[in-house]
């Protein structure tokens, strides 16, 4: 494992990209609305990226055929825009990369469409803290399995399950670089609480936890990037890139 150290100059170029991103998942979040093709997210997210001069990342990423990811429902991630309309009480997951000055931006939300369930909501709600939860665990000398061993409490302690086959994320000139950042302990990665590789100032991480309301099992649909749940039932993602400070950690990916 190769971990990458940002110099405070590439954390800066590195901070406009996620600032990018967070304005455009701003934009789609308030443009979402029942009766719309998903496909017209993806069309606004392109437009806006290159008004603010930055690229969309995902598109042609190892192959993936869109510039944003939209998954309804019971997907989980990596889902096709296209031609599947939403309707009043889905909940969408948006997960969006940008590429300025040759680094890179990720964050992901989720959001109802009209009128959702409180069950619904709860879900959602319940993501995105356990995004802060592990977000404030990202510091200076502790260990990798603490943001993983807290993301993986906070939500289990609500009652939902934590995707293990999908995880968070080293990133900079990369989409994609070391370290593998899992949202629950787990053996296989050699990550438990306390152990793992020093958070150390210059780390730039993605960290994006999943929850499902029932199992945590997956499967891939037959266009072979969408993921669901496995027993259908919905799930939410909410991604955010920070850097390690001295201190707290900083969040890249927002305005």
């Not at 806006?48 to 991630?77: H, M, Q, W």
Request: proline fraction near 5%; hydrophobic fraction near 35%.
């Amino acid at each position: 494992m190769s971990i990458i150290i940002k110099s405070d100059q590439e954390i800066a170029i590195m901070r406009q990209a996620g600032r990018i991103v967070a304005s455009v998942l701003d934009i789609l979040k308030s443009r979402v609305r029942p009766g719309m093709r998903t496909e017209e997210l993806d069309v606004i997210a392109a437009e806006e990226t290159r008004k603010r001069g930055g690229k969309p990342s995902f598109k042609g990423y190892r192959g993936f055929p869109a510039n944003l990811c939209v998954s309804v429902n019971d997907e989980i991630v990596h889902g096709i825009p296209g031609e599947k309309i939403l309707h009043d009480g889905d909940i969408v997951s948006l997960d969006f990369g940008v590429i300025f000055n040759g680094f890179q931006g990720d964050a992901a939300l989720t959001v109802g469409v009209g009128s959702v369930s409180q069950e619904a909501i709860r879900l959602m709600e319940t993501t995105a803290s356990a995004l802060k939860t592990g977000i404030t665990a990202a510091r200076p000398g502790a260990k990798l399995g603490d943001i993983s061993a807290a993301i993986e409490t906070y939500a289990e302690s609500m009652g939902y399950s934590v995707v293990r086959e999908y995880t968070g994320h080293g990133i900079g000139r990369d989409m994609h670089e070391d370290p593998r950042v899992p949202n629950c302990t787990q053996p296989s990665f050699g990550l438990m609480p306390g152990t793992g590789p020093e958070l150390q100032k210059g780390m730039t991480l993605a960290l994006e936890p999943m929850l499902n309301i029932g199992d945590w099992g997956t499967k891939v649909d037959d266009n072979h990037w969408t993921v669901r749940t496995r027993d259908s039932s919905l799930s939410a993602h909410f991604e955010h890139t920070i850097a390690i400070t001295n201190g707290e950690p900083e969040v890249l990916t927002t305005l």
